[in-house]
């Protein structure tokens, strides 16, 4: 039996395992790297063993290192996670040769499964549809295709080629990507793409647990993932299923696992893959099943039999979002740094299934957690659970909106509004979902109104703050001037640009008038400021409450509370409307140095892979340069203009902040 199991893995992932062994009495170990030091995965294992180093390559993926992690803490099972090395054969095969128990499939069955387009033939000759599949791009017979990884999954490398004209560089880029071969197939569009979680015992047995809709995705990659699917009956359920197990039964599989499938309109589905992992997305398995995945799958690994007989019956509807660091609005650009606060209110169970309808958060992070360049964005999934479709999006859509996620930018509210779309309520919904509503790309907090207010609400929590550590007349209200005409006032860079907040205060602690303005960026020397007219001021507002982290506003009738988190010079503002990340602009700013209009900066922090060009190359406008490297994704860094690369700071590896110099181009 397992006694001691070491994790391969951090974050939520690594959690979601400890939990459950804590519950069936199964000591845990963790692994860390240098930056994951005080990451929470490690405070709550029973042991952790460092890993030195910071990149996955020098720590998570190290097979002696993680060995000989196991061994030193006296570890005699190994679960990989849900990353690369699940799916590894050599790793799964160093477990076991080292004697230890691995929790997953057997490296036979992993070498089976690690080439694609061998498993793809397999699974066809066992009758079961699958796309037809070209080893070598030069003899793809038409377009659209999707050029895919040979090995690994996640989405990762994945591109649609639409001529032949850009097939070669595609390839090229995905084979630098995944650093392997590639094969392609045709793009099917208007599909769902919908999955069917398994589990197989030693003894014979397969159990499905339904199906899992997982068609709203970037990059190829899922972000919302519901079970039941809206697009699937009892009959067609049946047909997947019964698909599901004859893959299984094909390829000799034994653990957990998910059999994917593409589906169209008309119910005709292919296979996809068969991922060899506990899937991120099997919390809503768990909900609507009332099975702990994670237990069976250590039972299975310990040689026991599935104690179901059959697949389960389904209880209600689960939906599941991942919470990202990344800014959809700027091509899903990952983001990095410290984040300050994280929190979502109501939930009433963590990483594991819940006993009754509500919400459940499986987080890696916490407050004050780093987010770092080398790993994947995902800071959470937040799950809804309740006896109806509806019912569940609605609970998620709102426990996300009043979330608190603080320091660096996240996906949040592109998954509010998709969540809130007629067309996902109406369950319309392909691979293509949000290619065709770029409308849930707009910020929640978009009205002017509510932009205001919450620039208000920053600047009288400010204000308060000030106060209470004022050493003389903190008793009167910030704001108030013995000069009628004086006014408080700030200036803020928000989402849209610099905006001046002003504001006049009575004796008695009112306002006796507020106006939040746009201003030029030439205007930032502050002269002139702090006197709009008396025409520009906004309609009146009772402050109902003041403090530095809360302020309360009586507008026209209707109370409004707004939630200020002040870190140094940044206010992170949430309300009922949404939130937003108000920086304040000092009065006396110091000298910056001036980038040149020719600068390519690092649009965010990463590693530099490739360089394209060298100093003295013409280029083109919209040339690739180079390309960063950062949370597991290629990033190009393109031309902006024509013109002569005069500088060329950087070489490939070298690791690059965000605005950090990249390059210099002389224009034509």
Not at 63 to 76: D, I
Request: with cysteine.
């Amino acid at each position: 039996m397992i006694r001691r199991l070491l994790v391969a893995d951090r974050g939520e992932v690594a959690r979601r395992v400890f939990a459950t062994c804590r519950l069936v009495g199964i000591e845990t170990v963790a692994v860390y790297s240098d930056i994951d030091s005080s990451a929470p995965h490690v405070d709550e294992a029973d042991y952790a063993v460092h890993l030195p180093g910071s990149t996955p390559a020098s720590t998570y993926l190290r097979t002696e290192a993680l060995l000989a992690a196991a061994q030193r803490s006296g570890a005699n099972a190994v679960h990989p996670g849900v990353g690369m090395l699940a799916e590894d054969p050599d790793f799964a095969a160093a477990v076991v040769d080292a004697g230890m128990i691995w929790v997953g499939p057997t490296p036979a069955t992993l070498r089976a499964l690690s080439v694609k387009p061998e498993m793809k033939q397999m699974v066809a000759e066992a009758r079961v549809p699958v796309l037809p599949t070209f080893t070598d791009p030069e003899s793809v017979p038409g377009f659209p295709v999707l050029i895919k990884p040979a090995t690994g999954s996640g989405g990762i490398g994945m591109r649609v080629v639409r001529d032949a004209s850009t097939l070669a560089e595609a390839v090229a880029s995905t084979r630098r990507e995944v650093g392997g071969d590639v094969y392609c197939e045709p793009y099917v569009t208007n599909v769902r793409h919908i999955e069917v979680p398994i589990l197989a015992d030693a003894q014979g047995s397969v159990v499905p647990f339904g199906e899992r809709e997982c068609s709203v995705q970037r990059r190829y990659q899922k972000i919302i993932e519901e079970t039941p699917s809206p697009a699937v009956d009892a009959a067609l359920r049946e047909d997947l299923c019964r698909a599901a197990i004859v893959v299984v039964r094909a390829l000799g599989y034994v653990g957990a696992g998910a059999v994917e499938f593409l589906l169209d309109e008309d119910g005709k589905f292919w296979f996809l893959e068969l991922t060899p992992t506990l899937q991120a997305d099997h919390a809503v398995t768990e909900c609507v099943s009332g099975y702990d995945l994670v237990r069976l799958q250590l039972l299975v690994a310990e040689g026991g039999s599935l104690p179901m007989p059959g697949p389960p019956p389904i209880r209600g509807h689960a939906i599941e979002v991942r919470i990202c660091a990344e800014d959809p609005a700027y091509a899903w650009l990952p983001a990095a740094g410290t984040l300050h606060r994280f929190a979502v209110p109501d939930i009433a169970g963590t990483f594991r299934p819940l006993a009754q309808p509500g919400l459940r958060l499986d987080a890696g992070v916490a407050d004050g957690s780093t987010i770092g360049m080398h790993h994947d964005p995902m800071l959470a999934k937040l799950i809804a659970w309740a006896p109806s479709r509806q019912e569940a999006a609605r609970m998620l859509a709102s426990a996300l909106a009043r979330a608190q996620i603080h320091g660096v930018v996240s996906n949040r509210d592109l998954l509010v509004r998709a969540l809130r779309h007629h067309s996902f309520r109406a369950g319309d919904l392909d691979t293509g979902f949000l290619d065709r509503h770029p409308e849930v790309f707009a910020p929640l907090l978009s009205s002017v109104d509510a932009v205001r207010l919450s620039c208000l609400a920053a600047a009288l929590a400010g204000a308060a703050a000030r106060r209470a550590t004022a050493p003389v007349l903190n008793s009167l209200p910030s704001g108030w001037r013995n000069v009628p005409s004086g006014s408080q006032t700030a200036v803020y860079d928000g989402p849209t640009g610099p905006v001046e907040v002003g504001y006049r205060m009575n004796r008695h602690g009112a306002l006796a008038g507020w106006w939040v303005r746009a201003v030029d960026p030439e205007e930032l020397d502050l002269a002139g400021l702090g006197q709009a007219p008396v025409a520009d001021e906004h309609p009146p507002i009772v402050i109902v409450q003041a403090s530095a982290d809360r302020v309360v506003l009586n507008v026209q009738g209707i109370r409004l509370a707004v939630l200020v988190n002040r870190v140094g010079d940044v206010s992170y503002v949430d309300s009922p409307e949404g939130s937003v990340t108000l920086r304040e602009i000092s009065r006396f700013p110091l000298p910056a140095p001036e980038a040149t209009e020719s600068s390519l900066i690092a649009p965010l922090p990463g590693a530099v892979r490739r360089i394209l060009v060298v100093p003295g190359q013409r280029v083109r406008a919209g040339e690739l340069l180079l390309t960063l490297e950062a949370m597991k994704l290629e990033h190009p860094v393109h031309a902006p203009s024509a013109g002569v690369v005069a500088s060329l700071p950087v070489h490939p590896g070298s690791e690059v902040d965000m605005g950090e110099l990249l390059a210099v181009l002389d224009p034509e």
